[in-house]
């Protein structure tokens, strides 16, 4: 806010605290959302990981038959 006939702004500070908890909240979750896409993103690399060592452990196997 800007006084009358001044420089210098003030801040509301209980009205900004109220603004900066709300956003702090949708920012969390947020995170915990991107960090279980994250999870579930590494759980199913580590299962294309483990089938593409049986192809290729299958293949290696019947190049040697």
Not at 39 to 61: F, H, P, R, S
């Amino acid at each position: 806010e800007k006084p009358e006939g001044g420089d210098l702004y003030t801040l509301n500070y209980s009205a900004f605290s109220v603004v900066a908890v709300k956003a702090i909240q949708e920012q969390q979750a947020i995170i915990e959302s991107q960090q279980r896409d994250i999870d579930t993103l590494k759980n199913e690399l580590a299962e294309i990981k483990a089938m593409l060592k049986t192809v290729v452990a299958g293949k290696n196997q019947t190049a040697n038959n």
